[in-house]
């Protein structure tokens, strides 16, 4: 089922091993995102989608295998070097700092960027993407719904110019408009040219927005191939997307 | 009734004081996770430090915290790279015994170079009247040094780059990580700042009593008390719980007695963790 993708790969994973501690949870994860792509990973609770996340992201040792960044081997980077690199992380559940208000979540989104004029550009890109964000900029993120706290943690996570962008289950505990509202963005951010490798329990809601799309199962790579081919795949759908 | 108030505003002068030390302790207690039974400790050798610079070369002990404070924070930051930067991912008893265990040897250590006997500052010695009220010079003194650096605390933690990243890596440090944010940098800054808060407090109440190796005990006991009242973790909390226990303690001392306001802090944990364990305070 595999297929051709030509676009050049922005992030390569290959052969990854890694977990917590002692406790090996990887067991050999291959996968690529292209320029232009949503890549979703799919797959049951425990199957080890935020892990290969995290271990991308520098937050988890890499016992074998590799990371390659834009053509660069980032294996064993510390998480704030890759971000200085241009790869933007949104993790899992709480993604806000509670006491901390938009402004100041931007800031911190903005921490490896030294230079003035660049925190400027982000800003106004912000503003494009959120104009409504930026209206409530003292706002504390305690004080704002789930949605708004998603949305502001992507406000964050693009305040870098990420190269590329990593979501894992931004849709948790939203409401359907809210799902709606963050795929969508998540597509603008796409077409504007940054590529994005999504996590999500929603698998056939991902699927949709997905170019192409990795099954993964207890650590391994089961399945993969263009989003709507798995989403017909009979085996997916009989595994992983309820029938 | 001027009695009254002059007790009051002589608690609230003590209480500024030991809301350095309570503050110091939440600080790194919140930030960094550790629960340093030692803290006390750094309060006594900030009182050696003042004393020593003063009778050995009479520096001036008003100054002495300014010495104070970038020593504490470096050997601070020290400790936690060398000892207890180890301990933030160990089970919380750990970093109790590990502390328990540092604040005796330097209390061991501050006897046997320095022996048991007292000392003290005489530098600002007597008092002075105040609206028809009367007031130490140096409690007075120490009350202004101590509001300072409060306010400095407070400035620091809200506007500056430090204050910020030190804050998201408190609320998350996941998201601090995934920020760029160096978050081990952050927890050792903060150990800093905690040392440097005791020492600070520390040049401050030598001016007021006296100096002898075991005095962080009474100093550590309540910035614990400080900390149950003010919540884990909440500075402002802190500043007001270390407002609360000055004034008890000078209006027991007063009142009742001054043994039974040794025993204010002791009450005071007991109290909080029965009736409301997370503190007065909202964070
Ligand atoms: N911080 C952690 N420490 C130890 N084990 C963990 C931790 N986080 C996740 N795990 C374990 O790793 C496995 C994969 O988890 P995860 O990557 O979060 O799965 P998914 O995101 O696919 O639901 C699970 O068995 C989980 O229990
Ligand atoms: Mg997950």
Redesign the pocket.
């Known amino acids: 089922m595999r297929v051709e993708r030509k676009e050049e790969k922005i992030l390569t994973i290959d052969g990854l091993v890694s977990g917590?501690g002692k406790?090996e949870?990887l067991h050999g994860i291959s996968l690529s995102v292209r320029r232009g792509e949503i890549v979703g990973l799919i797959?049951p609770?425990?199957?080890?989608?935020?892990?290969v996340l995290k271990a991308a992201a520098g937050l988890l040792k890499v016992t074998s295998g590799k990371v390659v960044f834009k053509g660069e081997d980032v294996t064993g980077t510390p998480p704030y070097r890759i971000v200085e690199k241009g790869m933007a992380f949104n993790p899992q559940g709480r993604v806000v700092f509670p006491d901390m208000t938009v402004q100041e979540h931007l800031d911190m989104g903005a921490w490896t960027i030294k230079d003035r004029q660049e925190k400027e550009k982000s800003l106004q890109r912000i503003d494009q993407l959120f104009p409504w964000l930026m209206e409530k900029k003292k706002r504390k993120a305690s004080q704002m719904s789930g949605g708004e706290q998603q949305m502001l943690s992507l406000a964050r996570a693009m305040m870098i110019q990420p190269k590329l962008l990593l979501l894992d289950e931004p849709s948790l505990g939203l409401s359907p408009k809210w799902v709606k509202t963050v795929f969508e963005k998540v597509v603008e951010i796409k077409e504007s040219g940054i590529p994005c490798l999504i996590?999500e329990q929603k698998a056939a809601m991902v699927l949709e927005y997905s170019d192409y799309g990795y099954v993964l199962e207890m650590g391994n790579n089961r399945f993969e191939g263009k989003g709507r081919d798995l989403l017909t795949n009979p085996d997916v759908r009989r595994l992983y997307l309820g029938g | 009734m001027t009695n009254f108030i002059e007790i009051l505003i002589r608690g609230l002068m003590l209480g500024s004081v030991y809301a350095l030390v309570g503050m110091g302790l939440t600080l790194v207690w919140g930030v960094v996770g550790i629960v340093n039974i030692a803290h006390g400790e750094f309060v006594m050798l900030g009182a050696y430090l003042a004393f020593w610079a003063f009778s050995l070369i009479h520096f001036n002990p008003l100054l002495s915290v300014a010495l104070a404070i970038p020593i504490f924070f470096f050997a601070g930051m020290t400790i936690h790279k060398r000892i207890t930067e180890r301990l933030t991912k160990a089970p919380e008893l750990s970093a109790l015994i590990l502390t328990f265990g540092m604040s005796i040897l330097i209390w061991n250590l501050a006897q046997f170079f320095w022996t048991n006997t007292y000392r003290s500052v005489p530098y600002l010695t007597g008092s002075f009247p105040f609206f028809g009220l009367v007031f130490a010079k140096s409690k007075t003194v120490s009350f202004f040094l101590a509001l300072g650096i409060t306010a400095a605390l407070f400035a620091f933690l809200k506007y500056s780059r430090l204050g910020k990243g030190i804050r998201a890596t408190s609320q998350n440090s996941e998201v601090a990580l995934v920020c760029g944010i160096n978050t081990m940098r952050m927890r050792a800054v903060t150990f800093g700042m905690g040392i440097a808060l005791a020492g600070a407090a520390g040049t401050i109440v030598s001016l007021q009593w006296v100096i002898f190796p075991q005095m962080g005990a009474s100093y550590v006991s309540k910035a614990f008390a400080i900390v149950v009242l003010g919540g884990l973790g909440n500075i402002q909390g802190a500043l007001a719980g270390g407002l609360i226990i000055g004034v008890l303690e000078s209006l027991t001392t007063q009142y009742w007695s001054a043994k039974m306001a040794q025993i204010i802090p002791s009450m005071t944990i007991l109290l909080i963790l029965l009736l409301k364990p997370t503190g007065l305070f909202k964070k």
């Open positions: 917590y406790m949870i797959g609770n425990g199957a080890g989608k935020s892990t996590v």
